[in-house]
């Protein structure tokens, strides 16, 4: 469990060197997954008061929590999603931190807090939003939320280092996102390179347009259960479409 508030106290040079560390931390992760994971991971860590975490991403008017770190966030957010409100939602889309440390007798959230206190026995909670800004405008990556099951968990001193952390957490996650980018979109530029060479093997050899060569690689594809660009990286490499023939009629 992270700290109590008044027990994580610390100097102006020691919390320097503690999020210098951090970011050290997160940038040497490699993927979203493995940086979703560590952001909430260190969340707890870096946090006092927090005993869980996870991460609210909204596509279109459907929430997910990414990267929970246990079954207590999945509970929580569940009732959230359900009932569309929460600290979590409304941080997806305001610009503040949303605290509370008193759940079930919030007036912010009525239904949700008291299901989640008397449900799950979570009575505190912080959310914040996690976004990239580039002065002109922003990118929502979505909202860090963080609970408690004691009352009155997330002080000031919470919610300062909350802020400090979700701007290092929202660049992690923005660079891992950039280079998984970068990646799957090297990858299909390589896969685009190998379906055209191989249909222009089909076409010299075989006299077909570009559609008829695109057609009988799409059907060996599915014929086979393989991915198209396997199919055609075996075409460029031997020459020619090894297409099983069809059994004969009534076997």
């Not at 951090?22 to 940086?35: H, I, N, V």
């Not at 505190?124 to 922003?138: H, K």
């Not at 919470?158 to 979700?166: E, I, N, Q, R, Y």
């Not at 075989?206 to 695109?214: D, E, I, K, M, P």
Request: glycine share 8%; with cysteine.
């Amino acid at each position: 469990m992270a700290q109590s508030e008044s027990e994580g106290q610390l100097s102006a040079l020691e919390l320097v060197q503690q999020f210098a560390e951090l970011a050290r931390e997160l940038r040497r992760l490699r993927g979203q997954d493995a940086t979703l994971e560590g952001v909430v991971r260190a969340a707890v860590r870096t946090v006092p008061g927090a005993e869980a975490a996870g991460i609210t991403v909204a596509r279109g008017s459907t929430f997910r929590t990414l990267a929970p770190t246990g079954e207590l966030p999945r509970q929580v957010d569940a009732i959230q999603y359900e009932l569309r409100s929460g600290p979590c939602v409304d941080a997806i889309v305001e610009e503040t931190c949303f605290r509370t440390g008193d759940l079930e007798h919030d007036t912010r959230w009525p239904t949700f807090g008291k299901r989640a206190a008397i449900e799950v026995g979570v009575h505190s909670m912080m959310a914040l939003r996690l976004f990239i800004s580039d002065g002109e405008q922003e990118d929502t990556i979505g909202a860090l939320n963080l609970y408690a099951t004691e009352h009155d968990a997330f002080g000031s001193t919470s919610a300062t280092l909350g802020w400090v952390f979700a701007t290092h957490a929202a660049i992690a996650l923005d660079g891992a996102r950039a280079v998984e980018q970068a990646t799957n979109l090297e990858t299909a530029q390589h896969s685009n390179r190998e379906i055209g060479m191989a249909m222009g093997v089909l076409m010299s050899r075989h006299r077909l347009t570009s559609s008829q060569a695109f057609d009988l690689l799409r059907m060996a594809s599915q014929h086979t259960h393989r991915k198209l660009r396997d199919i055609a990286s075996e075409v460029v490499e031997i020459g020619m479409l090894d297409f099983p023939a069809a059994p004969p009629a009534g076997s």
